[in-house]
């Protein structure tokens, strides 16, 4: 059997993310009505104002971020660009090779970027059916292969050519049936039902999972 590419395919020239046009979730409704049609059983969502019952709840990926995880991220940058300087400075000969990183060997021990953020997760949507749009992260490059299992993200490259996102911006997708991804560069729906649920991995570590039951092509203009 052929071992799996080790890098990943060149992003295309020009390409950018796609700015996603989503709407807030819905705030959680403390006592949703129920529907007199059929005996008072209920055929809202029976935790969010809008939303009927059986339908996903469409998402934004801060959405996924709860109070108080995006200034611990802004925190962790910071202290790490401040370490980084120190070291790069303790390690220059002179101050003028210590000001800018860009003199950094590409492979050298300063050369990495650890994944900020925490795994604090909105718990009220534990166990939600959910819809979010993406891009796809496969855990190998072998071309038309499908997957039973990626990451998703909120942004083009993340994980492969950028530094990954917080883990509370990452989901872990198991597809069952395996899906089959033309195109890593296209941004996507997904639907299914997400958990909290931490994955490590070499790739990105995240603080959701999501048990996928459709997925199909974002419009791009």
């Known amino acids: ?41 209920s055929e809202v969502h029976p935790k969010y104002w809008g939303i009927a019952a059986g339908e996903p709840l469409p998402l934004r990926w801060e959405d996924l971020m709860p109070e108080g995880s995006e200034e611990e991220l802004y925190r962790q940058q910071e202290e790490f660009y401040r370490m980084l300087q120190q070291r790069y400075a303790a390690n220059s000969s002179s101050l003028a090779d210590a000001q800018p990183f860009d003199e950094i060997e590409e492979g050298s021990a300063m050369d990495f970027m650890p994944q900020f953020g925490t795994f604090d997760v909105v718990e009220d949507l534990d166990g939600e ?36 996102p917080p883990p509370n911006q990452i989901i872990f997708v198991r597809a069952d049936p395996a899906v089959k991804v033309d195109d890593i560069w296209a941004p996507y729906w997904l639907e299914g039902e997400l958990s909290a649920e931490v994955n490590e991995n070499e790739v990105g570590d995240a603080a959701y ?13």
Do not use: K, Q, W
Request: aromatic share 8%; with cysteine.
């Open 129 to 164: 059916l959910i819809r979010i749009p993406g891009y796809v992260v496969p855990f190998d490059f072998t071309p038309n292969r499908r997957l039973n299992e990626f990451l998703f993200v909120p942004y083009m490259g993340a994980c492969i050519h950028t530094p990954p």
């Open 1 to 41: 059997m052929a071992l799996a590419p080790a890098t990943p395919p060149p992003m295309p020239e020009g390409a950018e993310s796609v700015e996603f046009e989503t709407e807030a979730a819905p705030e959680p409704d403390p006592a949703p009505a129920a529907s007199e049609d059929n005996g008072g059983a």
């Open 209 to 221: 999972a999501l048990s996928l039951t459709e997925m199909e092509p974002y419009p791009v203009p």
